[in-house]
Structures are given as structure tokens and as C-alpha cells.
């Protein structure tokens, strides 16, 4: 057994609570067990975290346990959620779940956009393709992380360090300050060189550190463990943005 399975009583437990069907179609067939806070996020695989759904509703399951449980389980389709709220199209169904909600209308559509299947099909598809193209994965394998079997792996004496480099600039340290400092202590950039302003720069504005992938122009959840925080990163941006610096331009929430 992995160790993220579900024990099989877990599994049989979940199965009685939910009358053998699919807890968002309430389909009979094909089912399987999804964890609503991922394992790689510090899910368990216990009962509480467990739920059934089947293969096809499992397959475009958003990662985000928010929209798992507000959206995605709410609603089997876009359709029923339309007539749920006796709206004209999606978009006005979407403002009254958020207004239901609570959230920002801005702020939910964009993290429903962020967890689309063919959001996250697209940037792998981009970065498998690239990888057979060219040997990698169309970006310099960033400092903090390996690239092993088309997943990025946290290296952890290199995570430690873009931790610093982040609690250094929001300390408010300059770019400059952060490259004297890593050099006199030695420490290598990932070609073995020395940093500068640039190396500094760039990992300050790579969503990667907080759990997204950018290819081209579309951002998703990454699959990779986060090494930064999101607040610590939007803060950044700030920070850069108030010093006449270009930040990264997402808007991540
Ligand atoms: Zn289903």
C-alpha cells in the first residue's frame, strides 16, 4: 500500500456515508476515493479528508480544497449551477455563489481559471513537450528545486536559501545587499557561479516558489511543494513595485 492510499476501512466507512455514489454526480459507477486537502499539502489520508467520486468527476477535481468544497461538489455541472441560481449565464451564477460565499467576484473567478483541468493539462503538456524538444523543461531548472522524471523535487539547503533571500527583501534589504551577502558566505548559484542582481531578481519574481507554473501566458497550480508562502510573495511584488521595479505581474490570490 502507498502511503497516501486510504486504508481500506477508511475507504468502505466513506462508501457507506456517501450510499455507494459519486458525491458530486451521484454516479454509481467507476468509483474512487480523492483526498480534499492534498497529500502534498499536508492532507491525511483519514476519514474526515476523504471523499467518493467517480473517475470522471475525480479526473477534473480541483487541488484547492476552497473550491472542491464550494464549487466543485456544489454543482455537477455548469448547467446546474446556472438554473440553481436562476441566473442568464455562468458568469452571473458565479457572482451569486460568490456573493453567497463571501469572496470577491474578481478574486473566484480567477482561482476557479487558476484550477481549470485544461489550465493545468495545458502548462504540462507545454513543459513535456519542451522537455522531449530540447532535454528540459523550456525554463532553467529553478534554484530550490530538481527536475526529476518531470517533477520538480524540493532540494532543501537551496530552499533554504530562496527562504532567506525572501525574508532578507522583506526585511528590507536591497537586491544588492542580498548578492554580497550569499557571496561572501560562498554559497554557489545553481551553475556553480557567483549571484547577482539578476539571479536575485528572478527568483524574487517566479510564481513557482508559491505553488504556480507560468508557461507562456497561462498560470496554473503547480504540482510542486511551495517554498514561499503567497503573502510573502504578493508582498514582494509590492516592495519591488514601490522601488520602480517591474514585479511579476499576476495578481495571485
Ligand atoms: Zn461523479
Keep these: 500500500m502507498r502511503e497516501n492510499d486510504f486504508h481500506s476501512l477508511v475507504k468502505k466507512l466513506a462508501l457507506q456515508r456517501t450510499d455507494h455514489r459519486c458525491e458530486r454526480c451521484w454516479s454509481e459507477r467507476d468509483l474512487e476515493f480523492h483526498h480534499i486537502t ?24 480541483p487541488q484547492d480544497p476552497f473550491l472542491l468544497i ?7 455541472s455548469i448547467k446546474e449551477m446556472i438554473k440553481h441560481y436562476n441566473a442568464k449565464n455562468e458568469e452571473e451564477a458565479t457572482r451569486s455563489l460568490s456573493k453567497e460565499l463571501g469572496f470577491d467576484y474578481n478574486a473566484l473567478k ?8 485544461s489550465h493545468v493539462y495545458a502548462v504540462k503538456k507545454g513543459m513535456r513537450e519542451s522537455v522531449k524538444k530540447k ?27 530562496v527562504k532567506d533571500i525572501y525574508s532578507w527583501y522583506l526585511s528590507g534589504r536591497s537586491m544588492g545587499e542580498i548578492v554580497k551577502m550569499l557571496n561572501m558566505a560562498k554559497i554557489p548559484t545553481k551553475k556553480g557561479g557567483v549571484w547577482a542582481k539578476k539571479t536575485i531578481s528572478t527568483i ?32 514582494v511584488q509590492k516592495i519591488i513595485e514601490k522601488q520602480g521595479g517591474k514585479p511579476a505581474n499576476l495578481d495571485l490570490d
Design 204 to 235: 524574487l519574481k517566479n510564481p513557482l516558489y508559491c505553488g504556480y507554473l507560468k508557461w507562456n501566458d497561462i498560470i496554473s497550480k503547480g504540482q510542486q511543494r511551495s517554498i514561499v508562502e503567497l503573502n510573502s510573495f504578493n508582498e
Design 110 to 117: 480567477k482561482r476557479i481559471e487558476v484550477n481549470k483541468p
Design 70 to 76: 464550494n464549487y466543485f461538489l456544489k454543482f455537477a
Design 135 to 161: 532535454g528540459h523543461a523550456g525554463f532553467n531548472i529553478p534554484f530550490g528545486y530538481d527536475y526529476i522524471n518531470g517533477e520538480l523535487r524540493i532540494i532543501l539547503d537551496e530552499a533554504k536559501i
Design 38 to 61: 492534498p497529500v502534498k499539502l499536508g492532507g491525511k489520508s483519514t476519514l474526515d479528508n476523504c471523499i467518493v467520486l467517480c473517475h470522471n468527476c475525480h479526473n477534473i477535481a
